[in-house]
């Protein structure tokens, strides 16, 4: 059974900066394209950032330079570093593992970013 194990969430103020990790077991990891998903209260899930296998990566343009995603697939773990946070990055975060016919999830990780 494929396994998402996310960390790295918490309090933080405007401005702060956090970084989240999750490391995946089970799974061809390098094969998978990985992403980091938020959800707000009330509000759908939305795609934070992504790093294909490939190694490209891209991200919202809600949080473009100020968030980066990284993946060490020796270690099989995306990283999201958040920097600059503002309170409307309030959300629980979620990895996702993304392969080919298979999407895997997290339990998520809150982010609360107080004013």
């Known amino acids: 059974q494929v396994q998402l194990v996310e960390s790295g969430g918490g309090l933080v103020q405007a401005g702060g900066s956090l970084r989240l990790s999750c490391t995946a077991s089970r799974i061809p990891f390098s094969l998978n394209s990985m992403n980091w998903y938020r959800q707000a209260p009330g509000k759908q899930r939305e795609l934070v950032c992504s790093a294909t296998r490939r190694g490209e990566t891209n991200c919202a343009d809600s949080v473009r330079g100020r968030f980066t995603i990284s993946r060490d697939n020796a270690k099989n773990t995306v990283y999201l570093q958040m920097n600059s946070l503002k309170p409307e990055d309030t959300a629980v975060y979620y990895c996702?593992?993304?392969?080919?016919?298979?999407?895997?999830w997290g339990q998520g990780t809150q982010v609360t970013v107080s004013s």
């Open positions: 996702n593992a993304l392969g080919l016919g298979t999407s895997s």
